[in-house]
């Protein structure tokens, strides 16, 4: 069995992983691997990353409604229908 090693390829001090997705080495589909997916917050960053992006365009949409922009309404598409051609028979 090899000795834990760290994300930079070198050896961890004292045997304990400095990964810093420790429920990659489990796999997630294990139960001690979700326990530690849960108790590192595996997707918490991304999570609230997101809620910040979206919480700026909501106000930035917002503040042009409120100074009267409107949006340009969409044109239908004209959309090509291929159509079989059919032959009489004779």
Do not use: C
Not at 1 to 16: D, H, L, V, Y
């Amino acid at each position: 069995m090899e000795a834990p090693s760290s994300s930079s390829g070198q050896p961890a001090a004292s045997g304990i992983s400095l990964d810093p997705e420790p429920w990659k080495l489990l796999g997630r589909d294990t139960p001690a691997g979700k326990a530690l997916f849960k108790l590192y917050g595996g997707t918490t960053g991304a999570k609230v990353a997101g809620q910040g992006y979206h919480e700026r365009n909501k106000a930035v949409q917002q503040r042009k409604v409120e100074a009267g922009w409107t949006p340009k309404p969409l044109a239908p598409e004209k959309v090509e229908v291929a159509r079989p051609q059919l032959w009489k028979s004779r």
